[in-house]
C-alpha cells in the first residue's frame, strides 16, 4: 500500500481522516483493523441486511471482497427465492423439485423485483413449462398446494409467435398476515402456467416485448439475460408481437427507461440482428447451489427476428450492420 505525503491530508475526506491518520502511524494496527472490519461483514447478522438491499450484480460483487465471502451470494439468494416461494407455496421445497424434474422457470415482473430488490410485491407469478408438462404442473398446484382448478386463458392471437402453446390459470384463496388485533382476511393469490411450443422452457422468454423482463429463476439459481442494460434501468423494446397491452408504462413507473431497439449507444448485447444465447458471456448467471442442476437455456435467439420489420441494425457503427459499398 502507498503512503500519501503530508501535503495529501488536505485532500483526504473529513469522515476518512481518523483512518488515514492510523494508516500513517502505523500500517500494522490498520490491517488488524481492516481484518476486523472484513470479520464483521463476515457474521451474517451483519452481511444479511446489507444484502438485502444489494441487486443481484452488487451481491456477487459483494461475495468477491473477501475468500470467505465466496459462497455468500449464493447462500442469500437461495434463502430469498424460499421467501419468494412461501407467497405462493406452502412447501417451497417440493415446488423446488418439481421445477428441477420439470426443467420449468419463472419468470416476469417477479423476477425483475426479485434480482433489481424494487419493492413491488406481485400478487401473481408466471411458470414456464415445457411443451406437454403444464398439466403435471397443475395436478401438482391442485393436488398438493390445493390450487383450484386451472382454466384456459386466451390472452391474445399472437401467443403461438410469442413462443406460447397455452396458457393455464389457477387460483388460491391465502389468509393475509394482518396486524395485531385485526380481523383476519383472506386474498387471493394466481399462477400462471405458460406452456412453450418448443420443450426449451425458456423459449417465450427472449420473445418477450422488453429486455428487462428477459430474466428467469431455475430450481436453484437465476439467469439475467440483458445484465449491463438491466442494472443500469435500461431496457430495449423488441419488435416481437406483444402481448395486447405492452406494459412499458408500468417499467417507467419504476424507474426503467425504455429505448427502441437500434440505438447506438445501446447496440452491444441488445443489438436486434445480433445471435444470442442463454449460456453467452453477455447474460448473467448465479447457481444458489452446485448440486448439478440442469440449467434451462436456449441455444439462439436475437432480438428482432428475421420475420420481423427490421432486419438490420439502426446503429451506424455496429458491426453487425449490412455495408453496402458505393460502386
Ligand atoms: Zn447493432
Request: hydrophobic share 40%.
Amino acid at each position: 500500500m502507498s503512503v500519501t505525503s503530508e501535503s495529501d491530508v488536505s485532500n483526504v475526506p473529513e469522515e476518512n481522516a481518523e483512518w488515514h491518520d492510523l494508516i500513517q502511524r502505523n500500517p500494522e494496527d490498520a490491517a488488524a483493523a481492516s481484518e476486523r472490519a472484513l470479520h464483521f461483514l463476515r457474521i451474517a447478522e451483519i452481511h444479511e441486511p446489507i444484502l438485502n438491499h444489494l441487486n443481484l450484480r452488487d451481491v456477487c460483487a459483494f461475495g468477491q471482497i473477501h475468500r470467505d465471502l465466496r459462497g455468500a451470494p449464493g447462500a442469500h439468494f437461495d434463502s430469498h427465492f424460499n421467501t419468494l416461494l412461501r407467497r405462493f407455496f406452502a412447501d417451497a421445497k417440493g415446488f423446488r423439485n418439481i421445477l428441477r424434474r420439470l426443467q420449468a422457470v419463472i419468470s416476469g415482473s417477479t423476477v425483475l423485483s426479485f434480482i433489481s430488490r424494487d419493492p413491488w410485491e406481485s400478487r401473481d407469478l408466471d411458470l414456464y413449462c415445457p411443451l406437454g408438462t403444464a398439466h403435471l404442473m397443475c395436478d401438482y398446484l391442485s393436488e398438493v398446494e390445493g390450487y383450484g382448478q386451472p382454466r384456459v386463458v386466451r390472452r391474445s392471437a399472437y401467443s403461438a409467435q410469442q413462443g406460447i402453446g397455452k396458457i393455464l390459470r389457477m387460483k388460491k384463496l391465502v389468509d393475509q398476515v394482518v396486524a395485531e388485533g385485526g380481523e383476519a382476511t383472506q386474498r387471493q393469490i394466481q399462477i400462471d402456467i405458460i406452456e412453450s411450443i418448443t420443450t426449451l422452457a425458456v423459449e417465450p422468454i427472449t420473445n418477450f416485448h422488453s429486455t428487462a423482463v428477459m430474466n428467469f429463476l431455475y430450481a436453484d439459481g437465476v439467469v439475467v439475460l440483458y445484465p449491463d442494460l438491466t442494472f443500469r434501468r435500461i431496457s430495449v423494446k423488441s419488435n416481437r408481437p406483444n402481448i395486447k397491452f405492452p406494459p412499458y408504462p408500468k417499467y417507467e413507473q419504476r424507474g426503467y427507461l425504455i429505448v427502441e431497439t437500434g440505438y447506438d449507444f445501446l447496440c452491444r448485447t441488445a443489438c436486434p440482428v445480433l445471435y444470442r444465447a442463454t449460456h453467452d458471456g453477455a447474460s448473467m448467471m448465479l447457481r444458489f447451489r452446485d448440486n448439478g442442476t440442469f440449467v434451462p437455456g436456449l441455444a439462439y435467439w436475437r432480438l428482432n427476428p428475421n420475420d420481423g420489420e427490421m432486419d438490420d441494425c439502426l446503429n451506424v457503427s455496429c458491426p453487425k450492420r449490412t455495408f453496402i459499398p458505393i460502386a
